[in-house]
């Protein structure tokens, strides 16, 4: 009797197993939302070098590459076996922002830039910046001055009983003596 009445509680225990609802037909993450009720924080992944329309039009061929590197940036990726060749890619995901990639290729004949491969979409400073700013502003604007009927609607200030005349009325104050500014001007006084 006593070891079937110790074996009751692992009995409700393993009964109790087959109530709970199977991992796979809990509500899992769709789309953006997990359970369907809140997003998870992403990381911003940004990698590689940011080259706009403004910086790429400065490189000519011809030049050094010293003067490609110091126009572009370094590259991000050079090959021992292909030195001729210096590859800039960018990637950015920003929650928020459309997922960006692009890859511009600058190919060398010697130590002279001999061409510049740019993709079609490379934006401009500007048009890179809108792309990646998730701020959005409210449409709603402070207010920062009042207009000439609402200062008008505005009740006068107190004025209190013990309210102090001005200085210019009286002078200086009675029995307020304060020490020079200056060190000098009081040693010779």
């Known amino acids: 009797m006593r070891p079937l009445l110790a074996s009751l509680p692992l009995l409700a225990l393993l009964g109790g197993c087959s109530i709970m609802p199977r991992w796979d037909s809990l509500p899992s993450i769709t789309g953006e939302k997990v359970l369907g009720l809140m997003t998870p924080y992403r990381v911003e992944v940004v990698q590689g070098n940011v ?3 403004e910086m790429v039009a400065r490189v000519k061929p011809g030049m050094p590459k010293a003067q490609v590197r110091d126009l572009l940036g370094s590259p991000l990726l050079t090959d021992v ?3 001729s ?3 800039y890619p960018f990637t950015i995901r920003r929650q928020g922002a459309p997922y960006q990639q692009r ?3 600058a190919l060398f004949d ?8 740019v993709p079609d979409d490379l934006p401009s400073e500007v048009d890179f910046v809108a792309s990646v700013n998730t701020f959005r502003p409210s449409s709603k604007e402070p207010k920062l001055q009042l207009t000439e009927a609402e200062r008008e609607a505005l ?3 107190k004025r209190s009983a013990e309210a102090a005349p001005t200085a210019a009325a009286e002078g200086p104050a009675p029995g307020r003596v304060y020490p020079p ?5 009081g040693a010779g006084s």
Do not use: C, M, Q
């Open 155 to 157: 009740p006068p200030p």
């Open 85 to 87: 060749r210096w590859d």
């Open 181 to 185: 500014l200056d060190a000098k001007a």
């Open 51 to 53: 080259l706009t329309k």
């Open 81 to 83: 076996f292909h030195e």
């Open 110 to 117: 010697g130590d002279r830039l001999k061409s510049l491969e």
């Open 103 to 105: 890859l511009v290729v």
